[in-house]
């Protein structure tokens, strides 16, 4: 297989089983401690609005809703779980996916925070970093947990890929 291949391969391969580890993670949280996670429809919804030229909601939940919009946003979470896996084995190489080791893979998930606070939560009406939320520290602090499963789940899709043969 070429390096090409396989990048390919285990880059869909990690970011696909980080992205549903997070997803799982999330889950486990709202039926143990009643804590929701993000409406990716909001997201599908944000993204088909950026598309008509509108970037900032106040908040989006009160934007009109759009046609498909819970698919686009559920298809967009897997789309970014794949690209943050992508600048993960990009940034060190198909020897780091061949024998993964955790400290990368937490590195580019919890790096991975800039997104949301940077540019997803603003987006959306809540603010830098969630500065416009009812409990910013905890909403910051619910995102590095969400991140930093998807920065374990990173590296244990990694693992799983090489047990597997992928």
């Known amino acids: 297989m070429s390096e090409a291949v396989e990048f390919a391969l285990r880059t869909?391969?990690?970011?696909v089983g980080?992205?549903?580890?997070?997803?799982?993670?999330?889950?486990?949280?709202r039926r143990l401690f009643g804590i929701s996670s993000l409406d990716y429809a909001l997201v599908g919804r944000w993204l088909v609005h950026l598309t008509r030229g509108r970037f900032f909601h106040d908040p989006i939940a009160k934007s009109p809703r759009v046609s498909?919009?819970?698919?686009?946003?559920?298809?967009?979470?897997?789309?970014?779980?794949i690209a943050?896996?992508?600048?993960?084995?990009?940034?060190?190489g198909l020897a780091w996916a061949r024998q993964p080791t955790l400290g990368p893979a937490l590195i580019v998930g919890i790096g991975s925070l800039v997104a949301p606070f940077c540019v997803m939560q603003p987006a959306m009406g809540a603010g830098f970093a969630a500065r416009r939320?009812?409990?910013?520290?905890?909403?910051?602090?619910?995102?590095?947990?969400?991140?930093?499963?998807?920065?374990?789940?990173?590296?244990?899709?990694?693992?799983?890929?090489?047990?597997?043969?992928?």
Do not use: K, N
Request: charged share 10%.
């Open 18 to 29: 980080a992205t549903v580890l997070m997803d799982l993670g999330s889950v486990l949280r």
């Open 68 to 81: 498909g919009e819970r698919v686009i946003g559920w298809t967009a979470h897997y789309l970014i779980g």
């Open 84 to 92: 943050f896996a992508a600048v993960l084995v990009a940034g060190w």
């Open 133 to 166: 939320t009812p409990r910013p520290a905890m909403a910051r602090f619910q995102s590095l947990v969400t991140h930093g499963i998807f920065g374990v789940g990173l590296y244990l899709a990694a693992r799983f890929a090489g047990v597997i043969g992928v």
């Open 12 to 15: 869909l391969w990690i970011g």
